[in-house]
C-alpha cells in the first residue's frame, strides 16, 4: 500500500525554466510534508516542509504547495539550475511519531543547458 | 559539526550469513532512525530509537533488529540474509522534538547479498 506516490520517475527541464515535481498521498492523517534531494551516493538532504495546517511554504528559489482536498503537493523550482539534478523525494509524516517518515519513491530531476 | 556517520560504507554478504550495520548521529541528537532504500520501492522505513527505546517499527520481519546506546549511537542487524536484502541501508537522527519532522541523514550502507 504506497500511501505516498510520486508518478513521474523522471523529468528533464531547460536551465532557468520552471521544475514542477509532484506528489500524491492517501493518508488524510499525515500532519507534515517534507522534501528531500538526493545525490549518487549521498544521503538526502532535506529542502523544504510544509505543515498541513497551510498550503504553500516558500523558500529562496524552492516553492511547495499543499492541496489537501486533492491530496495532492508539488515542489516549484524557479529558476532551475543545473545543480539542481538529482533524485527529488516527497515524504509525510503522521501523527504518531516526529522520526518515522513515508516516502515516495522519488523522481529524477535532470537540468539541462 | 559533524554529520551522521555511518560505517561500513560498502559490504559484500552471501545468503545465509548476518550482518551488522553502525550509526554514529549528530552531537547531541538522540533519536535515530533506519531506512532502507532499494530501486523504484523509495525508502522504507525501518525502525526509531529515542534514548535506547525503540519508539516505532516499520513492516519489515523479525530478522531486521536494532539497539540503541547511551551515547546515542545505534546498529541495526540484519540475520539469515535474503537477496532481497540488498540495499542502501540509510541512518537518519534529530534531535527527537516534534518539530517539522526534519531529519539528517548519513551517506548510506549499501550491502549486497550474494
Known amino acids: 500500500d504506497q500511501q505516498v506516490k510520486q508518478n513521474s520517475p523522471s523529468l528533464s527541464v531547460q536551465e532557468g525554466r520552471i521544475s514542477i515535481l509532484n506528489c500524491d498521498y492517501t493518508?488524510?492523517?499525515?500532519?507534515?510534508f517534507l522534501w528531500y534531494k538526493k545525490y549518487p551516493a549521498e544521503g538526502p538532504t532535506f529542502l523544504i516542509s510544509i505543515s498541513s495546517i497551510k498550503d504553500k511554504n516558500e523558500d529562496g528559489r524552492f516553492t511547495v504547495f499543499l492541496n489537501k482536498s486533492a491530496k495532492h503537493l508539488s515542489l516549484h523550482i524557479v529558476p532551475s539550475q543545473p545543480g539542481d539534478s538529482a533524485v527529488y523525494f516527497c515524504a509525510a509524516r503522521g501523527i504518531q511519531g516526529a522520526q518515522k517518515l513515508v516516502f515516495g519513491q522519488g523522481t529524477r530531476l535532470t537540468i539541462n543547458p | 559539526k559533524a554529520g551522521v556517520t555511518q560505517t561500513p560504507r560498502y559490504l559484500i554478504k552471501t545468503r545465509g550469513q548476518q550482518v551488522t550495520l553502525s550509526c554514529s548521529p549528530i552531537s547531541g541528537h538522540r533519536s535515530v532512525s533506519w531506512y532502507q532504500q532499494t530501486p523504484g520501492q523509495g525508502l522504507q522505513f525501518l525502525f526509531e530509537?529515542?534514548?535506547?527505546?525503540?519508539?516505532n517499527k516499520g513492516n519489515f520481519p523479525g530478522r531486521f533488529s536494532g539497539r540503541q546506546f547511551s551515547n546515542s549511537r545505534s546498529e541495526m542487524n540484519v540475520s539469515t540474509l535474503e537477496l532481497g536484502d540488498s540495499a542502501l541501508y540509510l541512518c537518519?537522527?534529530?534531535?527527537?522534538?516534534?518539530?517539522?519532522?526534519?531529519?539528517?541523514f548519513g551517506e548510506g550502507s549499501r550491502l549486497t547479498v550474494l
Open positions: 493518508n488524510s492523517m499525515f500532519d507534515y
Open positions: 537518519a537522527s534529530s534531535q527527537g522534538q516534534r518539530h517539522t519532522g526534519e531529519l539528517f
Open positions: 530509537y529515542f534514548s535506547e527505546t525503540q519508539r
